[in-house]
């Protein structure tokens, strides 16, 4: 027996019925072979992790646009508080922690720079519209690897397509919005559990909320410091969980009106102030300067020069969203600023 089979065999032992066991996955889109260590969801989150789309997330906005300072969030510093989340919920409910860890490292892989300003003007200027978890998918499935794709397992790839939920149900419901497996919907709430407080501890950071503002409600259900508001809303998802014998992922109502009360305060005082939306402006401006110039210069994103209009939307799209904030802030200022002469 290989290392992997035991492995296999200790996961049917030790996890719960309902998780998702890797020597019953559905596979990959391309058969190949197994690996003689490691489970199919350990070769997917390794995978994400040696990819050039991963390394980028380091530079790219999660709130603040090209912050300064050290301690501020980034894409990557996000999908790491959000996998071990994630990770800490599947373990107390013997879930699949390697498969919720695959996709919580991958969900945001094809985010764009500048955070929802780089969206949203990608879903403005893209014939095919733009959402960053399809280009998260498609990132893993067709642009890594010079085009050949990470070739993840299915239930790695549906959980990347199903986190996201804006202002949605932060619960997933239905099919459009519940992943197959409970390990992908378990990262979908953490992907809210992360966001909701590492946004508000940077904007206590930046001076954008005092702590006086924050809603006291929010604070008296969930906690005063940011480490007993995680702990809050974690241990909740846990217990309430369990009470349903895992059926369904559930938070207590007290808990989740808290969650959206403090959800409804971020998208008032930091994501739709005018400070925020003053700095996203500049940014679409940027970024819709570059895309018109990439249309023009598809050779310059990489580009064969026979694509038809079609294709060349798809290129700069695609060359687009992988920008991150600084390399989209240098291409700008090579392309449209001039140069200091140096006069000897």
């Known amino acids: 027996m290989s290392i992997r089979e035991e492995l296999e065999r200790l996961e049917q032992q030790v996890l719960h019925p309902r998780a998702a066991l890797s020597a019953r996955s559905r596979g990959r889109p391309r058969p190949e072979p197994e690996s003689a260590l490691r489970t199919c969801f350990q070769r997917d989150r390794d995978r994400i992790i040696h990819s050039k789309a991963f390394r980028r997330l380091k530079h790219k906005t999660q709130v603040f646009l090209a912050p300064r300072g050290d301690h501020y969030r980034t894409r ?61 998918l498609r990132v893993v499935d067709t642009l890594e690897k010079d085009g050949q794709g990470l070739n993840l397992t299915h239930e790695v790839r549906d959980g990347i397509l199903k986190h996201s939920k804006g202002k949605g149900n932060i619960l997933p419901q239905g099919p459009q919005e519940q992943a197959l497996t409970l390990e992908g919907q378990v990262v979908r709430v953490s992907d ?49 969980t369990l009470k349903a014998q895992l059926q369904e992922l559930r938070l207590s109502p007290q808990v989740l009106e808290a969650m959206l009360s403090l959800r409804e305060f971020l998208y008032r005082r930091v994501y739709e102030s005018e400070s925020t939306k003053a700095e996203f402006r500049k940014a679409k401006k940027l970024l819709t300067d570059l895309y018109h110039y990439y249309l023009e210069h598809p050779q310059e994103a990489g580009g064969r020069g026979g694509e038809d209009i079609t294709e060349r939307h798809r290129l700069v799209c695609d060359f687009i969203a992988g920008m991150t904030d600084r390399f989209a802030l240098a291409t700008y200022q090579r392309l449209f600023l001039p140069s200091e002469w140096a006069v000897l």
């Open 76 to 136: 990557l510093t996000h999908v790491l508080e959000c996998s071990q989340i994630a990770r800490s919920i599947c373990r107390a409910l013997r879930l699949n922690e390697d498969l919720a860890e695959a996709i919580a490292l991958g969900h945001d892989l094809g985010h764009t720079p500048f955070g929802h300003a780089g969206e949203e003007v990608l879903r403005e200027l893209h014939p095919g519209g733009f959402e960053h978890y399809q280009q998260s």
């Open 192 to 240: 809210t559990i992360a966001y909701l407080n590492h946004d508000l501890d940077d904007a206590l950071r930046a001076g954008v909320v005092r702590p006086s503002e924050i809603p006291r409600e929010v604070l008296k259900t969930l906690g005063e410091r940011h480490s007993q508001r995680i702990n809050t809303m974690v241990e909740d998802l846990v217990r309430e």
